[in-house]
């Protein structure tokens, strides 16, 4: 069974971090793996996406310097870490697994943790 498990979304003001997980079971875990979020009212935006095999990343504008994608192939754990945020960062974060990955276009996807920050 594919599953998708994301965790550690929250409240958090301006400037501050947080380390969002995404747990793969089944052949989730694929070959490209990343984050996406939506926002109420707003259309869905690739964050960041990372090939598991190499480590190659791409990051969307809006979170390059800020976000960093990674991996743990032998806990099949994906995750970003969100520094600097910002109140446009608010919205539903979620994982992402398979399919046209440097376009956000993900064959799997997980439930979504919120992510909300605060000025």
């Known amino acids: 069974q594919v599953q998708l498990v994301e965790s550690g979304g929250g409240s958090v003001q301006a400037g501050g971090s947080l380390r969002l997980s995404c747990a793969a079971s089944?052949?989730?875990?694929?070959?490209?793996m990343g984050w996406f979020r939506q926002a109420p009212g707003k259309e869905r935006e690739g964050v960041a996406t990372?090939?598991?095999?190499?480590?190659?990343?791409y990051y969307a504008d809006s979170v390059k310097g800020r976000f960093t994608i990674s991996r743990d192939n032998a806990k099949k754990t994906l995750y970003l870490q969100m520094n600097s945020l910002k109140p446009e960062d608010t919205a539903m974060y979620y994982c992402?697994?398979?399919?046209?990955?440097?376009?956000?276009?993900?064959?799997?996807r997980g439930q979504g943790t919120q992510v909300t920050v605060s000025s």
């Open positions: 089944g052949y989730a875990y694929s070959s490209c």
């Open positions: 990372i090939y598991t095999g190499g480590g190659t990343t």
């Open positions: 992402g697994a398979g399919g046209r990955c440097s376009r956000y276009e993900y064959n799997y």
